[in-house]
């Protein structure tokens, strides 16, 4: 079978999708000569209302801009995303400009802005990451001046345009989604393709269309795909009956105990074990005294998000907790927010939305009143890219937040991948190199713990 790159992404969004019949949206930057497709699904099947051709590109804009901001590396938009809110969008004439929306939910690009319709868009492999040659013209400079410097300080010329673009953006995902409703009169949105990693837009669209309930395929990205093929094959074409509702994203590896011990005992750390019950208790506890923890447990997940299982775990009422993640291993800008896991049921003490969010793509703001109890998730516009946790998706992990806010009376902790600057780690062996390399307190392995000694 051969599925084009866009029914794939189309597919991920809705056979596992808790909707019988729903609007669907990919929005990316290109795949099989397409940048945007939309249509609708009803039980086992999938029908296309529409697209945008190559080069026109909301995915495209978008990375020519992170170029042009000196931002060169692969996935490096949600950089730009997280500078959004610090700058004012001064630069809308401009952008509207580079980008056009048209009747029928279509866009344009001004291309005199791009490279990649006259060149190409050139992808090298540098040490296993995928490398973008560049794509914005010098249309880009004669409007903003020179391109910032990778490594250059940030001022507010790029927190502007980073603002400008991400409006934009905006305006155009709801032209497009605006579009899609009136055309299906449909209220249940599937969504996917790699702009839909822009989890601020995600955040506002009930907000700016008529959409009700949105669901966001945890791999939206193009690693998604493959989930959409399978189910395009097995439900769309071989019409074998929908029984898959991915609510979260937990269908990674996953280690039995004795994996795990094995992998502790040949690394010589001693180790305390601990039973269901008291093993949340304790790291609850941990993390309420301040300790970076490790949080390594069940499946890891699918897609670029890690809810939970493959986490770094902190206090969220500590406003120093950034700047020590970012110190002790992160080392990520110091403009970039880290995100909010809370207990499903009491999103709407907390934010502005209550529509869930499992797989953390979605922005809501917090309530003005709740910000300084959460300084190290808010950020600097007061929103947070939220994690809502059920007790059904993830047992564990809620447990684990159920405990701190009993220790606390808040039902949240501070959430980010474990992983220094590498991939995220899938192994027992993988979490504790990184334990072990970085300045981590304490390591949680499924029910045992290994406690930095004081040095
Ligand atoms: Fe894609």
Not at 26 to 41: A, E, P, Q, Y
Not at 132 to 147: L, M, N, Q, T, V
Not at 165 to 171: A, D, G, I, M, S
């Amino acid at each position: 079978h051969n599925v084009e790159h866009h029914r794939a992404h189309l597919a991920s969004s809705f056979y596992v999708s808790p909707f019988e019949r729903a609007a669907l949206l990919s929005i990316d930057g290109f795949g099989d000569f397409i940048s945007t497709m939309w249509g609708v699904g009803e039980g086992n099947s999938i029908e296309v209302l529409g697209q945008v051709e190559y080069p026109h590109s909301t995915g495209i804009l978008y990375t020519a801009t992170t170029q042009f901001l000196g931002f060169p590396h692969y996935g490096d938009e949600g950089k730009v995303m997280g500078l959004a809110p610090y700058g004012e969008p001064r630069f809308m004439e401009e952008f509207r400009d580079m980008i056009r929306t048209e009747e029928g939910g279509r866009f344009r690009l001004n291309l005199d802005y791009f490279r990649h319709h006259a060149e190409g868009v050139e992808m090298s492999w540098d040490e296993g990451s995928p490398t973008i040659g560049r794509i914005f013209s010098d249309e880009y400079a004669k409007r903003f001046g020179p391109p910032r410097e990778k490594g250059a300080p940030v001022t507010t010329r790029e927190q502007d345009i980073a603002a400008s673009l991400q409006k934009r953006l905006e305006e155009v995902g709801f032209h497009i989604l605006n579009h899609l409703h009136d055309r299906t009169g449909l209220t249940d949105l599937g969504l996917s393709g790699g702009v839909a990693y822009n989890s601020v837009m995600n955040g506002k669209i009930l907000l700016n269309t008529p959409f009700r309930r949105v669901y966001v395929q945890p791999a939206a990205g193009d690693s998604g795909t493959a989930l959409g093929v399978c189910y395009e094959i097995y439900n769309g074409l071989l019409k074998q009956p929908r029984s898959f509702f991915m609510e979260g994203a937990y269908t990674g590896p996953e280690f039995s105990d004795d994996e795990i011990r094995a992998e502790l005992d040949q690394s010589g750390l001693e180790y305390e074990t601990h039973s269901d019950r008291e093993i949340t208790r304790r790291a609850a506890r941990d993390i309420a005294d301040g300790a970076v923890l490790g949080w390594f447990q069940g499946r890891m997940e699918f897609g670029p998000r890690a809810l939970g299982n493959r986490s770094i775990v902190v206090d969220p009422r500590r406003a120093d907790m950034k700047d020590i993640l970012n110190e002790r291993i992160k080392k990520r800008e110091p403009f970039r927010p880290f995100a909010p896991s809370i207990l499903e049921e009491r999103v709407g003490d907390y934010f502005e939305q209550e529509h869930p969010a499992p797989t953390m793509l979605m922005v809501y703001q917090i309530k003005p009143d709740r910000r300084r109890e959460i300084p190290a998730v808010t950020h600097v516009d007061g929103s947070g890219r939220l994690q809502t946790v059920s007790q059904e998706v993830n047992p564990r992990y809620y447990q684990l937040i159920s405990d701190f806010n009993e220790l606390t009376g808040v039902p949240i902790v501070l959430n980010t991948s474990f992983n220094e600057n590498e991939p995220v780690v899938c192994t027992p062996r993988h979490a504790i190199d990184c334990f072990l390399k970085t300045r981590m307190d304490v390591l949680y392995l499924g029910n045992h713990a290994v406690r930095r000694k004081s040095s």
